[in-house]
């Protein structure tokens, strides 16, 4: 089939190779424009251009989506697919394609629309999510679904790590489904349908008046952005791997907001070890390593609910949160 593609981050390099690897005629890669990704001076092009030029495949960066879509009405394609494009896609653009376009969300539709469903998944305390391959219509990810894959969540594993297995799921599931998208009626959503709000850094912050299990999740879904934290003194730790002790044969209680010599934080249900942390301005290390480097006690701030929210930075956007540009 001829396709136009759309996605920018490293998540959405899978997809396209496998796509092509699958046979189908990519006519168009579209991608976000260069921009500033790493530390060095200069702007880099998005991973799904990398791989795409790699491809020997034709690359376009516009500003907005409704730049190019003249170019993909030209490019004789059937059906456009998203895969974490970052960009608000016009309806001008939906129409511009005989088959319009299909999109792979990370979750079980209609939980989870929106831009984080993977971290409010573990955020939620959800066992389970998954992968739609949803039909993209006006409405935040509201369209019905071709096909769905169901994948576990393990109560240990990170943000980045189920995400991983979620785009591993999810390219299985686009190119055993993508050749009948055009045959298919797909299924309407049925459910309540729950919202996976923009993250902020300030929801990542570990407060101990909160229970030990919650700041778990908390630590997970933050892991690899953007990392969970706790302010001792003047400066911001990252806890970047945690458990509760209630699985080790012995373990005195921290007191609350207290971290004690084994790297325990009390709080005000259990206690929260810091496996691997990262002290502002150095590396990750164990979290009893940088304890027994602190004389005294080490107490953590609680949190002031007052101070406003600072919004998570995502260089790579894992995810668009309103795939139709309203209007």
Not at 107 to 122: D, F, Q, T
Not at 136 to 146: H, K, M, N, Q, S
Not at 168 to 193: F, I, K, N
Not at 213 to 225: D, K, S
Request: hydrophobic residues 40%.
């Amino acid at each position: 089939m001829r396709i136009v593609y759309l996605g920018t981050p490293s998540d959405a390099i899978a997809p396209l190779r496998a796509l092509v690897a699958a046979g189908h005629d990519v006519a168009l890669v579209i991608t976000q424009p260069d921009r500033r990704r790493s530390r060095g001076a200069g702007s880099d092009p998005s991973p799904v251009k990398q791989a795409a030029r790699a491809l020997g495949l034709r690359v376009l960066t516009p500003e907005k989506a409704r730049d190019v879509v003249d170019e993909v009405r030209a490019s004789g394609a059937q059906l456009g697919v998203v895969v974490a494009f970052g960009q608000l896609l016009p309806v001008a653009l939906l129409d511009a394609l005989p088959n319009g376009f299909v999109n792979l969300h990370f979750s079980l539709l209609p939980r989870w629309r929106g831009a984080a469903p993977v971290e409010r998944a573990i955020l939620a305390g959800d066992e389970e999510t998954g992968v739609d391959l949803m039909r993209i219509e006006a409405g935040l990810d509201t369209g019905p679904v071709y096909a769905r894959v169901r994948v576990p969540i393990d109560p240990a594993e990170t943000a980045g790590e189920l995400h991983a297995r979620l785009v591993d799921a999810g390219t299985d599931l686009l190119v055993d489904h993508l050749p009948a998208v055009p045959t298919t009626e797909p299924s309407p959503q049925v459910g309540e349908p729950t919202y996976a709000d923009k993250l902020t850094v300030d929801e990542f912050r570990l407060d101990p008046r909160r229970p030990a299990a919650e700041l778990v999740r908390v630590v997970r879904a933050g892991n690899p952005r953007p990392g969970a934290w706790l302010r001792v003194g003047a400066r911001r730790v990252k806890v970047w791997r945690a458990h509760t002790a209630d699985d080790l044969d012995a373990r005195e209680d921290a007191p609350s907001g207290t971290i004690d010599r084994h790297a325990a934080l009390g709080t005000n249900d259990g206690v929260l070890v810091l496996d691997e942390v990262q002290p502002e301005g150095k590396r990750v290390m164990a979290g009893a390593a940088w304890r027994a480097g602190l004389r005294g006690d080490v107490h953590v701030e609680p949190v002031d609910h007052a101070d406003p929210a600072e919004p998570v930075d995502h260089p790579d956007p894992a995810d668009h949160a309103d795939p139709v540009e309203p209007g």
